[in-house]
């Protein structure tokens, strides 16, 4: 079994081990095969190789929202998103934690990346890098994307606690009992974050909309920034 430690990035300095690839290249100590993963959840005769790589992957997913949320805490200038942002990086945090937990249960190396894991990595960096641009928009848009960042993140979030609670119906014995544990560790603020982050759009967006268009909006910027604390509280 393998020894739990919370990695909110695993790279080759924390001691990442990946499976190799076509145009994936590490050194020996570094590697792992599928054969490595064929006796994960025997107990319920799954595919230990694929379980292993979707497992990699929704922590990965968890890892880059500790990173994310950072990120829209600097975004913003809003006290209120920034609170929220701050507690959905501890929750983020939490999250990997109890993805760690389940690999370490199920003998996969909590430090593994699997191809499926790089590629979400993938995936979620280039919303995180889409800020970039955030110095061509006013600061009411960039608030109102960082809500759809979190919206689309914890989407995600939500969908692979679903898929992990359907693994888990299907699994049985030791597999069963620590995907179980997951889940419901999982489910509560993952849910949270997705309520949270449609009801805030839906609020944000409906202020702007309701604004008279003959104003320009440095003239009723704060008046709206005072109306969307109100609505995300």
Known sequence: MSTVN???????????????????????????TESMFNDV????????????????????HENMGVGL???LQNLTVNPALKSVYKSFEKDSVEAVE???????????????VSPAGRMTE???????????GSGSADQLTVDTKTVEAA???STMCVANTALLSAIGSEAKGETQEAIAAAVSKLEAPQREHLDWARQTQQSMALTMVKHPLAQKLTEFGETVISNMKRAIR
């Open 98 to 112: 109890v993805y760690q937990q389940l690999l370490s249960t199920l003998g996969i190396p909590n430090n593994y």
């Open 41 to 60: 959840a025997q107990d319920s005769r799954f595919n230990g190789p694929f379980l292993a790589d979707l497992l990699a992957s929704m922590s990965t």
């Open 69 to 71: 949320y950072r990120t």
């Open 151 to 153: 919206l689309l993140a």
């Open 122 to 132: 993938g995936l979620d960096s280039h919303m995180i890098m889409s800020f970039l």
């Open 6 to 32: 919370t990695f909110t990035r695993v790279t080759k300095d924390t001691g990442a081990v990946i499976k190799p690839g076509p145009m994936v290249v590490a050194a020996e100590d570094q590697l792992v």
